[in-house]
Each structure stands twice: as structure tokens, then as C-alpha cells.
């Protein structure tokens, strides 16, 4: 079945560091893919998506390309602030079906 | 405003007590889903449901019941708790392609 795979956290960076997490799918046919972020206590948001082949999803200075070649959607952001703290979570969905998520990757941002 | 509502919020239960945790859309999303979030494991599916009166498991749905009499509504039920099911509990309503709203979650301990 569809499954996808980021990289395990967590990761501890300084403010204005280049962040990259890494996502890789397995999946039939052609997935959307997206990328969630949960700040403390509080629910998953929709942070960006893309849903075709080489497609950029973008929002909030955090980027991640649709690469159908190497299976990937790895979300990237030049310079991250303190406010960037949370759990990011890598998912996909192929037609009506449910979501697949990654075990998300926890992102602290010191000052 | 668009959004996913679930109460409680919080909850403590001895084993065994039947509860229910209430999930509301207002958006008209025919396909509703559980999730439970838990260290290290990500996010499980545990029921989902493609319309009214329509449901069906997902990854892990021992120890749970849902249902859907109405499209706005999908309780998730659990007749008698253990202390495995303690954990952080997410409705999520969902327009296709892959648009999905998550409600703030309900956090649930069983003694």
C-alpha cells in the first residue's frame, strides 16, 4: 500500500539556519502530496501542497517540489525563526482516498 | 467560519467507563475520519466514513466505534477503554483532492 517515509527528528537548529526535512513515497498511480504542521497544542494545518509532477508547493517561506523521479517532496525554508517550532508531517493521498502520513519530524528553533 | 469542532478537549476516564468524543464539520465534507496521534507512531488512521450512513476501518480500529447519521456529525465511540487507547485524538473533514481540516484534538487518558 501507499506509505511515506521522513526523516526522523528531532532536529534542533538556530534561528536563521537552512532548514531540510526529507520525505520519500511509495504510492500507485499519482499522489497529491502535502506537507502538515502541528504547533504546540494545537491541531494539524494544511501548510502547502502539490499535486502533479514537478509542481512547487509554497507558504510561509517554506517550499517543497513534487519530484516523480526520485519519489520525493522534501520541504526546505532558507532561514527559520523561533516560531517555526512544531511537528511537520509529510502525507499523501492518491484519488478519494484516505491520507497517508509520515510519523512527522519535530523542529525546534533556538533563538 | 470553516472548521472542524471536537469536544471534549481533555479528558480523564477510568478503564472500562463507555465515552464519547464528538466531532462536528460545517462545511458539508461528505468523508470524515479519526485519527489518534502517538509518540514515535505518527498519525492512524482509525475509521473513516465516505458519507452518511457509510463507514469503514482504518489501520486501528480494535477498541473503537464510530458512526454517521448525519453528514455533519461522526462520533467516535469507545465502549470500554483501556489504558492503550490513552492518547491525542484528531476528527478531520475532508474535500476532495486531499483538502483536509483537522479539528484541535482531544486528549484522552484512561486509568
Same mark, same amino acid.
Given at each position: 500500500?501507499?506509505?511515506?517515509?521522513?526523516?526522523?527528528?528531532?532536529?534542533?537548529?538556530?534561528?536563521?539556519?537552512?532548514?531540510?526535512?526529507?520525505?520519500?513515497?511509495?504510492?500507485?498511480?499519482?499522489?497529491?502530496?502535502?506537507?502538515?504542521?502541528?504547533?504546540?497544542?494545537?491541531?494539524?494545518?494544511?501548510?502547502?501542497?502539490?499535486?502533479?509532477?514537478?509542481?512547487?508547493?509554497?507558504?510561509?517561506?517554506?517550499?517543497?517540489?513534487?519530484?516523480?523521479?526520485?519519489?520525493?517532496?522534501?520541504?526546505?525554508?532558507?532561514?527559520?525563526?523561533?516560531?517555526?517550532?512544531?511537528?511537520?508531517?509529510?502525507?499523501?493521498s492518491s484519488g478519494n482516498t484516505p491520507l497517508v502520513f509520515?510519523?512527522?519530524?519535530?523542529?525546534?528553533?533556538?533563538? | 467560519?470553516?472548521?472542524?469542532?471536537?469536544?471534549?478537549?481533555?479528558?480523564?476516564?477510568?478503564?472500562?467507563?463507555?465515552?464519547?468524543?464528538?466531532?462536528?464539520?460545517?462545511?458539508?465534507?461528505?468523508?470524515? *475520519?479519526? $485519527?489518534?496521534?502517538?509518540?514515535?507512531?505518527?498519525?492512524? #488512521?482509525?475509521?473513516?466514513?465516505?458519507?452518511?450512513?457509510? =463507514?469503514?476501518?482504518?489501520?486501528?480500529?480494535?477498541?473503537?466505534?464510530?458512526?454517521?447519521?448525519?453528514?455533519?456529525?461522526?462520533?467516535?465511540?469507545?465502549?470500554?477503554?483501556?489504558?492503550?487507547?490513552? *492518547?491525542? $485524538?484528531?476528527?478531520?473533514?475532508?474535500?476532495?483532492?486531499? #483538502?483536509?481540516?483537522?479539528?484541535?484534538?482531544?486528549?484522552? =487518558?484512561?486509568?
Amino acid at each position: 500500500g501507499d506509505s511515506v517515509t521522513q526523516m526522523e527528528g528531532p532536529v534542533t537548529l538556530s534561528e536563521e539556519a537552512f532548514l531540510t526535512i526529507n520525505c520519500t513515497y511509495t504510492a500507485t498511480g499519482y499522489p497529491s502530496l502535502f506537507w502538515y504542521v502541528q504547533y504546540p497544542g494545537e491541531g494539524l494545518q494544511l501548510l502547502l501542497k502539490a499535486t502533479k509532477a514537478d509542481d512547487k508547493g509554497s507558504n510561509k517561506g517554506f517550499e517543497a517540489t513534487y519530484r516523480k523521479e526520485t519519489t520525493s517532496f522534501h520541504l526546505e525554508k532558507g532561514s527559520v525563526q523561533v516560531s517555526d517550532s512544531a511537528v511537520y508531517f509529510c502525507a499523501l493521498s492518491s484519488g478519494n482516498t484516505p491520507l497517508v502520513f509520515g510519523k512527522g519530524t519535530r523542529l525546534s528553533v533556538i533563538a | 467560519e470553516a472548521q472542524v469542532t471536537q469536544n471534549p478537549r481533555y479528558l480523564i476516564t477510568v478503564t472500562g467507563k463507555k465515552l464519547t468524543v464528538t466531532c462536528s464539520q460545517n462545511m458539508n465534507h461528505e468523508y470524515m *475520519s479519526w $485519527y489518534r496521534q502517538d509518540p514515535g507512531l505518527g498519525l492512524r #488512521q482509525i475509521y473513516y466514513s465516505m458519507n452518511v450512513e457509510v =463507514t469503514d476501518k482504518g489501520d486501528v480500529p480494535e477498541g473503537y466505534k464510530v458512526s454517521r447519521k448525519e453528514k455533519r456529525n461522526f462520533p467516535l465511540i469507545l465502549e470500554s477503554p483501556s489504558p492503550n487507547q490513552t *492518547s491525542l $485524538y484528531f476528527c478531520a473533514s475532508t474535500s476532495f483532492p486531499g #483538502q483536509v481540516r483537522f479539528g484541535p484534538g482531544t486528549r484522552l =487518558t484512561v486509568t
